[in-house]
């Protein structure tokens, strides 16, 4: 299947601090890539839909000034979580399709960030 | 919202069979996926289902009923390598997937 990047696997930052989460798509093209958010032992949450050369959607109670998602290429979504607190730690994971319609999505590997 | 539920955890024998339900509330949805996730990994593609009945793959199987909001995976010749978080997802408008609160399942020998 399909191949989606997704980079660093683990990132321990300082509150305060931003950062970056890049989720590239290896072997195909995606208008549309979506960033999802796990907390311990929950499901996993749709935060946006990254789209390519438009401002990203975000669903309910997600803070579009907190979670800064740029979608530059058809290859390449990036996740900045600016000004990091504790409460933001989580499994962040995004994914992409190939196709437009009824087709599988396929997963990064996931970040792991830890907020200190 | 889709309301999307699933048991929060079951146990069963290696070797045994294992259906785990989910059951949802929508108005729509273009289909269902099954994923199944290890504990810090990312989830990975199990079933689709688009029409009603039953998709067979290998030890896994998974049943589809639009009518009765229902959907079931069902687990063959356990081993315990599929001791996991099992979630379904419902395929929406817009490419979106809305993912049900997951399955912790434990196999035991």
């Known amino acids: 299947g399909a191949v989606v990047s997704q980079h660093p696997s683990r990132v321990i930052c300082k509150s305060g601090t931003s950062v970056k989460i890049e989720c590239r798509s290896l072997?195909?093209?995606?208008?549309?890539m979506f960033w999802y958010r796990q907390f311990p032992k929950q499901s996993l949450m749709l935060m946006a839909t990254?789209?390519?050369?438009?401002?990203?959607?975000?669903e309910q109670g997600v803070e579009k000034d907190k979670f800064l998602i740029n979608h530059a290429s058809l290859t390449l979504s990036t996740l900045t979580v600016t000004s990091a607190h504790p409460e933001d730690s989580s499994f962040y994971i995004c994914?992409?399709?190939?196709?437009?319609?009824?087709?599988?999505?396929?997963f990064g590997q996931g970040t792991r960030l830890t907020v200190v | 919202g889709q309301n999307i539920d699933q048991p929060t955890e079951m146990t069963a024998t290696e070797g045994a069979i294992v259906q785990i339900n989910c059951t949802y509330q929508?108005?729509?949805?273009?289909?269902l996926f099954w994923y199944q996730q290890h504990a810090g990994e990312a989830p990975t593609f199990l079933s689709y289902?688009?029409?009603?009945g039953l998709e067979e793959k290998g030890r896994f199987s998974s049943f589809l009923s639009r009518s009765k909001g229902y959907s079931y995976l069902l687990l063959k010749e356990l081993q315990m390598k599929d001791s996991a978080s099992y979630l379904c997802?419902?395929?929406?408008?817009?490419?979106?997937?809305?993912f049900g609160t997951g399955t912790q399942l434990k196999v035991e020998l």
């Open positions: 289902n688009v029409l009603d």
């Open positions: 994914s992409a399709q190939e196709g437009q319609v009824n087709t599988e999505a396929f």
């Open positions: 997802a419902l395929f929406l408008r817009g490419n979106k997937l809305t």
């Open positions: 072997d195909f093209q995606a208008t549309t």
């Open positions: 929508t108005s729509g949805f273009n289909g």
């Open positions: 990254s789209n390519e050369g438009s401002k990203a959607t975000y």
